[in-house]
């Protein structure tokens, strides 16, 4: 397929980008290159475009309905029918050869696809038991994947498997901007013409990937430069020595591209960019998470002034901070170590340039949009009904429940010798011992109901008015979770469901409209109800995960039946103990003289508990955050 | 065949604005589809059969299960090029645009393709059965509350429609083929909601809403009726508006290729995406296509900026981000006086 194609040296902009895929394309072992950057922003056309400078011509795609069969290779099916033959049908790891193997949404793969890929790459080659053959491939590829982080980013563990980091932006310059649209408009009419005009320079670049190939086996790093990568490292914070490693073969790729077979100070600085941002972080993550983080972290003015002291290191400061301070005293001492090193390398700008590289979490503007953290990570499971992507296929259970039907025929090949020769005539015999089921998976959300006192009881209003604003909120976010959200308000003699668990913004913004209080407060009735849309939700599907909050200062003081409300209330809560939701009592009791009846009611529910004396959005929104990342 | 005829396209009464976004569509197929957003019975499946009726039968090549376009070699299938590689004549014969459906409820073995069964079992061979994808090429694929179709299904609906190619890596199956579809999705936001990264491979959105007017109402329904009552009859009706219509968008489409769009046009559009605050270029591009496309369907060659104008009320709502307690309603006048 030729369709797609575009020519590298006509891509406006994107300078990070081509610099990366080039360094990764002259020397294989940069470690992969990860993209990452808005929607629409090039990020695939840039990669596709490689297929026209790489000296191999061409690229090769994993895409998002791949079946793990077909990644690693497997038997194969049809000379297996035919003759019995053990023959391996090589997978896309190795028919992609010495090519870029392109991973285009790598956050929206298959669970441990990223993972496997990104291991087997390292090492050079990958292991394989299965259809009744063991075998092991060499494989040369490199690993380069985009993501829109708006969709979920991926794991700490997923992004250190990269070697190279970069990532794309929106470009504010109308003037740039302009330039693309008519660069748009000349391919669009005539997308040949276009290739001509910039073959030359396509073939430019081919030309000093090759030659920069070449260069690189003499280049071997000085012990200078090594103790220099090593200083970089360690003042990032890095642990392990992957990053080191990166380091070297990143910077050697610059100097080959810059026709030298030596290393400078400077190709380590330059590397330290490509390969640095993703796993500074990780110091930061150690850390015990902080809920204000969340919110607050986004605000780029003032990213330190309220930080504790402790956190204050060196490196830390410098990566969040902006506006980078100046370097301590201490920093320039260990640079000191190597007089030549401290002519050439430039420690400090390297930092000062890396506190600009945007990572995952921060590439959300937010100015203008809000969006919680990207911790937020997505949720994919198994499934176990007939729902969700295709995987792989297992033996388990001789019943066909969902057959995976080139698994089973390669389970029955290599017996149809046998079978055939007891008399049947049959082109294939498939007996109960070959079934073969699929694994599917699938990302599955969090249902999150919300049972709120809007009783007459002081600052139901407010209170009203907050968890309107964290449902919303929520439910912005809920496409990269995939979570739904409802609400039960109760007051007067009665429960109301304003909001049936939903997954629209729409809805619920028409919904909660009005938000009627005032009177008393049937807290019994309000768990009787969610008891009810727990078990209706639960009919439904059973996989689903779901999570009570409660929001109430726990004066019951009304029941339907007339019986006394505290008994009652109790009496809900101790089958509520039975249902399988997470519960969180978030309790707005204040006041001299406090019952503590939410309190009691949490225990006897086994729920989580949250003293709240004012109940905001964000306190909310704190708490669900943490309650979801626990599950 | 006896096929009842179908609903003539200028029979529709009202919704201009989803007329004019399915007509800029097949003006310029590579457009990038129509999101249209309402409540059930406005019309919506009606106007998108009834728009694929309305064009004359197109080339390709006979036999071809992708149906390649024979004169565009970008955009053949391995098959077709390897048959042209031998320097064998591509035959080729005609075929009218048709609606391929994907239902909410489809697999995603039946979307990208997947082994032939019956080869496999029959014959233990290892054969692609083209799915819905394949089908679509070069058709319009009609995606009913697109808001309710599985997550994977989505990603590789998304994977397919980004690059205009089908790449299968399943089941012991390993192919690529052409996938260029018109994608023309339909949802009830009340329903859930859609994710952004399928939102902006949408090039246009449009709502409707059901006719308040009793007037017209009662207009949809005399035409229905007619329609029920005998539909060759009330096709007839239609038979010369609807040539009109044909004559007009064809033209459209070979003048396509001659519009014109200034430097001044081009930055004020990057501009307006700018200060709207939209994600990446789709928004700059799809603008500047819909405007082409209309300004062919006006019979110009060159785009104005009242072109510009009514390609943004398309191309930008459904770009815009949504925050709590905001419509993310977009001031158009502002916008209009960007646009001079």
Redesign the interface.
């Known amino acids: ?4 194609e575009f020519s590298f040296s006509a891509i406006v902009g994107m300078e990070r980008v081509k610099r990366a895929l080039l360094l990764q394309l002259v020397n294989p072992a940069c470690g992969g290159v990860l993209i990452s950057g ?5 990020k ?1 056309l840039v990669v ?1 475009s490689v297929a026209g400078i790489a000296p191999e011509k061409n690229i090769f ?7 793990e ?3 690693f290779g ?1 038997l ?3 000379s297996a ?2 003759g019995g033959n053990k023959r391996v ?1 090589p997978g ?1 790891l190795h ?1 992609a050869g010495r090519s870029i193997l392109f991973m ?2 790598v956050n ?1 793969l298959a669970k441990d696809f990223v993972r496997a890929v990104c291991s087997s790459y390292r090492a050079g080659f990958f292991e394989l038991q299965r259809d009744g053959i063991a075998y092991r491939e060499n494989v040369e590829f490199s690993p380069v994947g985009a993501m ?1 982080p ?2 979920g980013i991926l794991s700490p563990w997923e992004l250190d498997c990269f070697g190279i980091f970069v990532t794309t932006e ?3 310059d ?2 740039r ?2 330039q ?3 660069l ?2 000349e391919y ?2 005539n ?2 013409g276009l290739l001509v005009k910039y073959r030359s320079a396509d073939e430019k670049i081919t030309d000093n990937i090759i030659k920069a190939r070449a260069l690189l086996s003499e280049i071997v790093p000085a012990r200078a430069i090594c103790l220099y990568a090593a200083q970089v490292c360690a003042k990032a914070n890095l642990a392990g020595n992957i990053g080191e490693i990166y380091l070297l073969e990143v910077a050697k790729a610059i100097a080959a591209l810059a026709g030298r077979h030596w290393l400078m100070p400077q190709d380590i600085d330059e590397a330290a960019l490509y390969v640095l941002p993703h796993r500074m972080r990780k110091n930061a993550e150690n850390q015990p998470p902080n809920p204000e983080d969340d919110f607050e972290d986004k605000d780029r003015e003032h990213p330190t002034a309220d930080a504790p002291p402790e956190s204050k290191q060196e490196g830390d400061s410098q990566m969040n901070a902006e506006n980078s301070p100046m370097p301590s005293q201490g920093d320039r001492c260990e640079v000191a170590e190597d007089n030549s090193l401290k002519e050439n390398g430039n420690l400090d700008k390297v930092f000062s340039a890396l506190a600009n590289v945007a990572m995952p979490r921060l590439t959300i ?1 937010t100015n ?3 969006v919680i953290s990207g911790r937020g990570r997505r949720l994919k499971s198994l499934s176990k009904d007939k ?4 995987v792989g296929y297992t033996p388990k259970g001789n019943k066909p429940l969902d057959l ?3 698994a089973t ?2 389970a029955a090949a290599p017996y149809q010798i046998f079978r055939k020769a007891q008399g049947s005539n049959q ?2 015999i498939i007996r109960p011992e070959d079934y073969q089921n699929k694994i599917r998976e ?2 599955s959300g969090i249902n999150l109901l919300f049972v709120v006192d809007a009783s007459g009881s002081m600052g139901a209003r407010q209170r009203m008015r907050m968890v309107k ?1 964290a449902i ?2 929520l ?2 976010e ?2 990269q979770r ?1 979570d739904s959200v409802g609400l039960i308000a109760f007051r007067r003699d009665r429960a109301e469901l304003l909001l049936p668990i ?6 619920a ?2 919904k909660l409209q009005e938000l009627p209080v005032g009177g008393r407060t049937p807290l019994a009735e309000g768990l009787e109800c969610a008891l009810t849309q727990l078990a209706g939700i639960t009919s439904r599907d059973k996989s689903q995960r779901n999570v009570l909050i409660i929001i109430t200062d726990g004066r019951v003081n009304s029941t339907y039946k007339g019986d006394d409300p505290i008994t009652r209330a109790v009496s809900t809560a101790k089958r509520l103990a039975f249902s399988q939701a997470d519960i969180v009592v978030i309790d707005s009791e204040s006041g001299f003289v406090r019952l503590g009846i939410a309190k009691m009611l949490a225990q006897e529910m086994g729920a989580s508990y949250y003293p709240l004396r004012e109940v905001t959005t964000q306190s909310v929104l704190r708490i669900v955050q943490g309650i979801k990342q626990g599950i | 065949m006896d096929r009842k005829a179908l609903y003539p396209f200028t029979a529709i009464v009202g919704q201009e604005n989803m007329k004019l976004a399915l007509i800029l569509n097949i003006i310029n197929p ?1 457009l990038g589809g129509v999101l249209i957003k309402g409540e059930k019975g406005t019309a919506k499946s009606t106007a998108v059969r009834a728009i694929a009726d309305l064009l004359p039968a197109i080339q390709v090549v006979d036999g071809c299960v992708f149906h390649c376009a024979p004169t565009d070699e ?2 053949l ?2 098959d077709c ?1 390897e048959k042209i590689a031998l320097n064998t004549e591509l035959a080729t014969s005609e075929f009218k645009m048709r609606v391929v459906e994907l239902p909410v409820n489809a697999t ?2 039946r979307v ?1 393709g997947t ?1 032939d ?1 019956e080869a ?7 054969q692609f059965e083209p799915g819905i994808l394949a089908e679509a090429n070069r058709n319009i694929l009609y995606v009913d509350e697109i808001n309710l179709l ?3 299904v989505v ?2 609906l ?2 397919a429609a ?4 089908n ?8 192919y ?3 996938a ?1 579809f018109v994608l023309v999705g339909t949802m009830n ?9 399928l939102l ?1 491979r949408f090039a246009l959105s449009i709502d409707v809403l059901g006719e308040k007017d009793p007037e017209q109402r009662a207009e949809v329904v005399r035409r229905r009726l007619a329609y029920e009552a005998d539909p060759e009859a009330f096709c007839a009706e239609y038979n010369d508006e609807q040539l009109a219509l044909q004559a007009r968008i064809l033209k459209a489409q070979s003048r396509l ?1 001659e519009i014109r ?1 200034s ?1 001044a046009l ?2 004020q ?3 307006v ?2 200060e709207v ?1 939209v ?7 799809v603008i ?2 819909t405007a082409m496309a209309h300004a062919a369907f006006a019979g110009r060659d060159e785009v104005n900026s009242e072109d510009i104008k009514i390609a943004a009320r398309l191309a930008l709502p459904h770009r815009m ?5 905001e ?1 993310g309603q977009i001031d158009w006048a502002a916008i209009d006086a960007m646009l001079g």
Request: aromatic share 2%; net charge negative; with cysteine.
């Open positions: 397929m030729r369709a797609g808005p929607s629409g922003t090039g695939s596709n795609k994993l895409p998002l309905g791949a079946t069969d077909m990644v497997s194969d099916m049809e029918l035919a049908i896309l028919r285009d949404n929206l829109s708006e969709e929106n470009i504010l109308a003037e901007r302009a693309i649209s008519r748009w408009l669009a009419d997308p040949d503007d203008k949009k809000l729902h969700g992507r295709y995976a039907i080139d025929l390669k082109r294939v699938k990302r604003g919303l909120t439910l912005m809920a496409y995939r939903t997954r629209s913004v729409e809805l913004q028409k | 590579s970008m955009t299938c391995d090029r995603e073995d990208v082994l069964i496999a079992i029959n014959q233990g061979k290892r599985d997550d994977h990603d590789v998304l994977d980004a690059m205009g190619i790449t299968v890596e399943r089941e012991g199956i390993s690529s083929h052409p260029r936001p009340e329903e859930g909601d859609i994710r952004p990264q902006d290729g769009v430097d081009l930055n559009v990057a501009k995406a700018i605050g994600d990446g270029h789709r928004a700059d591009i500047i296509k981000r949504r925050r709590p307690f419509e």
